[in-house]
């Protein structure tokens, strides 16, 4: 649980995504869960490992039940992917679950939504 904020400083503050990538495959492989393979699918993406990071969501991560954070890198990485309704659909929701971010996510989330 408590490394999903270890991604977030490796692939926002650290810059080092290989490191999120390998910490979200360890954690797949002790539990395999929407919000873990959506960790994988935003570590794949700052990783630059597209195609990967596009299967593993299309396969595991569409339409699943999120929770904020994830909610927000998954906005981010369709963003990313320039599918603009789909992530303000996702930061809609990762709004709705505001109070689980940080405040710099929380004020990311108000510019996304306002543009």
Known sequence: ????YLLDLYTGILH???KAEAIAA???LNRTTPQNYAWYV??????N??????????EHVSGKPLEGLELYWMGKYMQAQNKGFTAKQ?????YK??????TSMVKDLNKALAE
Not at 42 to 47: K, R, S, T, V, Y
Not at 49 to 58: L, P
């Open 16 to 18: 080092e995504p290989a």
């Open 49 to 58: 490992n597209a195609a990967a990071a596009e299967n593993i969501f299309k």
């Open 1 to 4: 649980m408590y490394n999903k």
């Open 97 to 102: 679950n505001r109070y689980d971010l940080g």
């Open 42 to 47: 935003w570590a794949l993406h700052c990783n």
């Open 90 to 94: 996702f930061f809609k929701a990762a």
């Open 26 to 28: 360890r954690e797949l």
